[in-house]
Every structure is written in C-alpha cells, then in structure tokens.
C-alpha cells in the first residue's frame, strides 16, 4: 500500500516569499491532516479536510496560511508571506472516513522549511 | 480541548536497560490514545494505540503501554532497548467520537548508547 506523499522534501525560501507544499494522502482516505512540527516541539494540527470540506482550521494563521483540498483527493498548503517563525517541518496525514473518532493516522516523510 | 504533556524531554540508556517514558492527558470524555515513533530520517509511524478492553496494549517491537484512567495517563514501556530503539517518540490523544484529531506531547528523545 503506498503511504502519504509529500513533496517538496525541502526548501529554503527568504522571509516575505510565498511557497507551497503538496500531499497525496493514502487513497480511500476520507480525512486529511496538515501539521506543523517546529523544532523541539510536537506536531501541532493547523488544519484538517473530511473529502474536500474544512473540518478545523482552529490554529491556522489565516493572514498569511492556506490550504486547499480540491476534489477530496489531493491538498495544498501555502503561506504568503512566510516569515521566520514558519521554519518548521509541514506533515501530512490521512485516515479514513472518522465516525466514531480517530483510528489511526497515516504521515507523509514532511516538508523541511527553512525561511531566512 | 484535550492535551499532552510528556514528561522527559531527552532520554539516554544503555543497551539492555529497561525504558518507561511517561505520558499524561488532560480531557474529561473518552479518550483514544497513541504512541507514534520517528526513527532519524523517517516519517512518524504508529507504534500502538488504545481504544477500549484491555487497558495494556501491546505494540510492534516489544513496547507496551498501560492506560491508567483514573491518573490520566498512557506510559510506553519496553523491558530491554535495543541500539535501533533510538528515535523521538510522541504520544497522542483524540477524542473518541466524531471528527476528532490527534493532539501530540511535545516528544521524548531517546539515545541508547550501544
């Protein structure tokens, strides 16, 4: 079964540039995870898709981040203007379909960012 | 909105030692509650998960984690590391119902010198 997959793996990019990263979640699953994991830190959720609805993008800085999930398949995730605080490794993951909660989620090998 | 807090930010054993990493939630409701791994240079990757019944679960390459209802908590244990254990290694929580998502501590470092 192929996994999660993310690319680019890694990117450098100047503070005030725009940059995206694409995820091809694990086909049949329903849900859609982008995460955010700084340096010494947890991964922290910035948004999650059922098919191609936003079930929550509670913590997703919304002045400069934004996520896409066209025809419940594939998704992208942008920030314009990046700034020096979004350094950070950007997972993707997938699960099924939720009805009785999480069973398990399934994550891509993430997307180095470096802002500098 | 439910939490994590593991308590060891950098852990570092000997082969052959035995290993408990702590891991305690904050949430009034039903819980799911996972261990994932990060080998170095690799994806996360499950290695157990709870949801109801026996409350120590066993997991791949010799972990295991008890839940505790009434102290919050999910330890991971292995009674022997290996060299190859070496990795970062998080607990997670969701909520068992509806459209839940999984809210990670903050990890634990493990080095197991050989």
């Known amino acids: 079964e192929a996994g999660v997959a993310q690319s680019p793996r890694y990117k450098i990019i100047e503070k005030r540039q725009s940059v995206a990263f694409w995820c091809n979640p694990i086909?049949?699953?329903?849900?859609l995870y982008w995460y955010q994991q700084i340096l010494g830190q947890g991964p922290k959720l910035l948004i999650q898709f059922q098919n191609n609805g936003v079930v929550d993008d509670s913590q997703l800085p919304k002045d400069r981040f934004s996520a896409e999930r066209l025809k419940g398949v594939d998704s992208t995730l942008k920030i314009q203007p990046a700034k020096l605080e979004d350094s950070a490794v950007y997972l993707c993951?997938?699960?099924?379909?939720?009805?009785?909660?999480?069973?398990?989620?399934?994550f891509g090998q993430g997307t180095r960012l470096t802002v500098v | 909105a439910q939490s994590v807090s593991q308590h060891n930010h950098h852990v570092i054993l000997s082969e052959a030692a035995s290993l408990e990493l702590g891991c305690n939630y904050s949430y009034g409701g039903t819980v799911n509650l996972f261990w994932y791994v990060q080998y170095p240079g690799q994806h996360l990757q499950l290695l157990l998960k709870y949801f109801s019944g026996d409350p120590l679960v066993k997991g791949i390459k010799g972990f295991e984690a008890e839940f505790i209802k009434s102290k919050f908590s999910f330890n991971l244990r292995k009674p022997s590391v290996q060299w190859s254990d070496t990795a970062e290694y998080f607990c997670?929580?969701?909520?068992?119902?509806?459209?839940?998502?999984?809210?990670f501590g903050k990890g634990t470092m493990l080095l197991v010198s050989p």
């Open positions: 086909s049949g699953h329903a849900t």
């Open positions: 997670a929580v969701s909520r068992n119902s509806g459209y839940s998502t999984l809210t």
């Open positions: 993951a997938s699960s099924p379909a939720l009805t009785a909660g999480l069973t398990e989620a399934f």
